[in-house]
Structure formats: structure tokens, C-alpha cells
């Protein structure tokens, strides 16, 4: 943009000598003249017939939902009873889907490769690697996703998420961000691509750019299942049977909320450091509460979702899967590819509560942490040799053979690794979708680089502080 | 369909573009913008005139960037583009750049406004504004379910004679008025029906002679310019958008090379 060039007809220089001579406040007044007329019209052509009975519920509810003293507990009770319904719900159509697609599919497919005498490498490529890592995404990612997107939906349309961003507003201004942050994590929530493309509601650049480096700390779609699968397993499991299902829903708030003490904390060293300032003021409207229309919500959130990250998931799954087994199959001076790497990395890993695997996991699943868990499975279930079919170095996974909490146990985690996993799967770089957005949303390489590095290293210094506890304590 | 869709947007239903210009307006009769203030369910009119199924949400703010759909009415496509939900035209913040530029510029046939029954005086705040820049305009009066439950009535007959412009009451989640609205936007798309829109304005003569004067300027500079006076208004008032839209010939590219060519079939 060429700024400063004068009109050659001087348009510019009149406008400037004529704003020289313009009476005081003219603009202010203007606008109070045009909201006047807007006020005079609307008081001429509205008749209000008295109070309304559903103002008085409304008011009621919003008085629950967004005071002081409840605000937050009411919040916190219902993320709380959405994680619990996703936990419990999600646990049978999960079990059922890897019941038919690995259990049942993988065998039958495999007959079927051998039946057409396919080659070893060439079924191990499609079977054993791409449509394994495929049905591990599908049985794990769906059954949350189809139950936490609708209730999540549904909260959308019955309009609290602004009444969120109302509870949070103070905590923002304080730490310097904008409260329209509360919105954006929300959407976080769901996808941080699309969190920190919804930071184009904030006007100030400054608060926007906190915004957008700090969207990581919302836990997403894609991190979910992975911490309600460890949560379950690990933390769960710790308890009798009832209390289960309450015990990995505390686990998985813990770390959600982590995740929201977390973005204050950053926003707040953001605003005190790199990017200071004082948050901007705006006005938010808190719309009234709209009885959601649950089966098109379910239409809906399905379509747009789902199936959308769903699809997402399978796409980088596949070429994923290729990834592992080639790993996983490729020798060299007599051990694989993938051997060699969980070896080099279990050092560090374990400094800080993970293992190599669950690293080697994280490298191969940069562009997507949706494949994460069926990464580390798979990778796990090499390691330890708990293999059943096959030529005996393809990458087969048997649920019924091996419960997942065994499987995992026999590759050496404890109570700490899963612990650490959790952490580690909130706390750790942006995946390629989401860098690639801030990226297209920053303009600026140095803003991308600050929020791609900053989460990993917090992440890694406070899985290394937690395993470190630990061990002291431990012994 | 998907023009630049944004990767890992999970709630764009329908295809974004989030470039200012660069509308494609091929195998479309008339444009139609749909335009009003944050949360008055401009996209749930949106779906209702589409049959498309993009996400809504009950909060301020949802749509950031344009969707686009259409429809179709007797023999005529209509192209729908949704824009960001604005409270006014005067201050930019990138998603209100957006719905403004959109609305200069991009020259719709028809722009919806979009209004709260519940919430009319704000409303109004803008449906002035635009009115300011565009005479070719349905006023949508939307959730009148929502005020008829609070016990509110509007007089829309009487509002479309202060408007100078058809309102219509809708329900646009259940569909109710959506055919009256359809109506309304067919006549004056095609000039059946032609406005006269209030248009406020300046109390101050002294203002009013200037921007008068910045106008017959501007329309010197570029005559295909339509809204001069607002743009004299802004620019006094010191709009640094505006301001630099001059500066760096942006508005006379805009002017010279406009996205579409008003009402003709491609």
C-alpha cells in the first residue's frame, strides 16, 4: 500500500482544511442525532404490554449462572456433567466399534488379502498399517465426538457461551487479555484452528495476539479421547466400579482447567512482557435464552463436526499408519527404524514421566493429535512384542487378547507416565493445522514460532517437574 | 463448492471467502447481502432462505467472515452472502471491516437487514446507517416470537413507512415470514418495487455544507462513486479506513472495477 501519495485533485487536503474548520464534537453529535431518530422510531412503532413471565425466569437463571458466588461452581458442574456423560456414554459404542472393526475386521480382511495371495509387504502396508491405524481413530475418536459435540451444541444454542465469557470477563481484564477470549476458547474447545480464527472478534491487536498464542491451552477435539481413554484406564480404574466413571470425569477436568489456569497465566506473562498493555473495554450482549432445537442441533453439530474431523482424522491416519509400519518394518544394523528411535528417545522421555514410545508418537503424529493413542498403541504393542498374527514384525493389535490397561502396563507405564501423558497431551506444540491458521492469522513468523514453542516448553518443563515430584516422593 | 475454505474450521457448513473482493458472481442474477446486528439470527435467515444447513450459535460474534449460498426465485438465482454481524458502520474492528466493505463496495442488489423484534431502537442504530449507503433494502424483523412472548407488538406497517422500506416480521427458525421476506427481496431486486429510504441527516449546517462540498469532490474524482456522502461524512469524521482507502487508490479500484455489474445475467 502506497500511503501519503496526494490525490493529484488535493481531495485529501480539502477534507483535512475543512475538518480544521468544523464546528467542536460535530461527529459525536452526528451519531447522537442518528441513535435519537433510531430511538424516536422505535418508541412511535413498539407497544410493550406490560412485564413478561419469561423475563422473570430468565433474569432468575442468569442471576444463578453469572453471579459472583455461583458463576464459576455453576460452570465447572456443567463441563463437569458434559465430560461425564461423554465418558460414560462414549465407553459402549467405543468397545462395540473395536469389537467389529479390529477384532472381527482385521482377521477377515487379512483371510481375504490371503485368499488373493496379496504380498506380505503390500497387506502389511494397507492392513496391518493404514487400516488399523484407521479403525483405532474410528473406535476411539467417534463415540466421544458424538456425544460431546451435540451437548456442546446444544449449550451454544441455548446461549451460554456469552454468559461464560460474562464469568470470565474480570479474570481477562486482569491478566491484561480481552474478555472476549472466553469465546474463543470455547471454540478451542472444539478445534483451536477454528478458536484462533475466531479471535477476529477482537478489535485490540494486542489482546487478539494473546488470544491466539494462548487458544492452545484449550483442550480440543483432537486431545480429548486421549485424555478420557487415559483417564479411563489409569484413573478410573483406581476405583470401584461406580465411582469410575466420576474418577476419570475429576481426571479430565483437572486437566481442562489446567489448561484454563494455564491461558490466564500465559496471557498474563504475555501482557506483562512481550505484548504489554491494559485490556481494551468492549460491550457484550448476554442474548436470551433460546430453547435449542435438539434433532436439528444433532443434524447439525453431526455434519459439521463429526463427520468433519472425523474425515480430518482419517485422512491423516492413513498416511500415518504407512509411517508406522514402514518404521516398524525398515531394519537397520539389525533392529527397525522405530526400535531404534523409542531407544534414543526413552531417555528423555522418561526425565520427563513419558517414554520413548509416547515420543515417537508425538513425532509421527505432528500433523494431527487425533492419532496419537492409536500411535502409541501401536508402537506399545511392538515394543513388548504382544503380537499375535502375522509374519511376526507386522503391527497387529488384539483387543480381546490383551486389554488395553495390560497391554499398556506390559509397556512399562505407571500411574506417572499416564499422568504425564495427560499433561503432556495438553501442554505441547499446536498441531500443523493450527500453526499453519496462526500462521495465515498472524501474518508473522515470530508470533507463529512463540506459539508453537512456548506450550511445548512449559509442557516439558512441567512434566519433568511432575516426574520429579514424583520420584522423590516415591522414593 | 469450497472457494478458500479455511482448514480445520469445523463449523463452516458453507464455502467461505474471506478475501474483500473476489465474489464470484457467475451464473447469478442478483446479489443479496444480508447485514444487522450480532445475534439476531442472521444466520438462522440465512439457512431458512438457502435450505443450507449452516452451524448457528446463540452467541455474538458466530459468523467472522462471509458465508455464501443461494437461492432461487421464479427463473431468477439469487447469490446470499452473510456477513458479520455489526452494531454500527462507524468503527472497524476486522470482522465489522468485513460486513462494511462488503456493503460499500461489493454493491449487493438487495441488503437484508437483519433486526431484533426484542431489541428494536439498537436495531434501528444501524438499519439507519445502512440506509445511509444503500436505498435497496428489506428490513427483516426477526424473533417477533421472542417479542411476542416478552409482550411486545411492533407496528411494522407503520415502521416500513419510517424506514421507507418493506419489513417484514419473521420466525426464521420455524420458517414463519420467510416467504413474505422472499417476496419482498424479489420486488426490489427487481425494481418493481423502488424505496425511498430515511435518510438522516447532519444537524449541524455548517457540517452539512461540508459534506456537501467533499462530496461533489469525490464524485468529481470518481463518478461512479454511489455513496458519496457517507464517504465525505467519514472522511471527515476522520475515518482512518476510509482515509486510507483514498490514500492508496484502493477506492478507485473499488469504484472503477466493481465486483459485479448490477442486475446482469451472466
Redesign the interface.
Known sequence: MSSGTEQPSGLLAEVDRMRWAMPPQAHDRWVEHLYAEAAGIAEHRVAAAGASTRRAWERRLDRWLTSRATGVPAMLLIFAGVLWLTIVGANYPSSFLAANLIDRGLPFLKGLADAVSLPWWLSGVLLDGMYLTTAWVVSVMLPPMAIFFPLFTILEDFGYLPRVAFVLDNSFRKVGAHGKQALTMCMGFGCNAAGVIATRVIDSPRERLIAIITNNFALCNGRWPTQILIATVFFGALMPGPLQGLTATAAVLTIAVLGVALMFGTSAFLSRTVLKGVASTFSLELPPYRPPAILRTLYTSLIDRTVFVLWRAVLFAMPAGLAIWLISNIHVAGQSVAAWMIAGLDPVGLLIGLNGVILVAYIVAIPANEIVIPTILMLTVLTTGMTEVGSGAGVIFETQGAPLSALLHAGGWTTLTAACLMLFSLIHNPCSTTIYTIYKETGSVRWTVWATLLPIGIGVVLCAAVAAGWHLLAG | MSKSA????????ASLAHEQTGLSVQGWNYVVALAGN??TGKSTVFNALTGL?Q???????KT??RAEGGFRIGNDRYKLVDLPGTYSL??A???EEVARSFLLFGRPDVTVIVADA?R???N??L???VLQITSRVVVCLNLVD?AR???????TT??AR??GVPVIPTVA?DGEGIDALLAAIRDVATGSLVCSP?R?R???P??RA?ID??AG??R??YPHLQQAEWIA?R????DTRI??A?????LAELVDSPLRETGVPA
Not at chain 2, 149 to 155: E, P, T
Request: with cysteine; charged share 20%.
Open positions: 479455511q482448514p480445520g474450521c469445523a463449523n463452516c457448513g450480532p445475534n444447513r452451524h448457528t450459535g446463540n452467541w455474538p460474534g467472522i467472515s462507524l468503527s474492528s476486522p470482522d426484542t428494536l431502537e439498537r434501528l442504530n438499519a439507519l446507517q421472542e412472548a416478552h409482550g411486545i407488538d411492533v407496528d407503520g415502521l419510517d424506514l427458525r430515511r438522516v447532519h444537524p449541524n455548517a457540517l461540508a462540498r467533499i469532490h469525490l468529481k474524482d461524512q472522511l471527515l469524521a476522520g482515509r486510507q483514498v490514500e492508496s487508490g484502493e
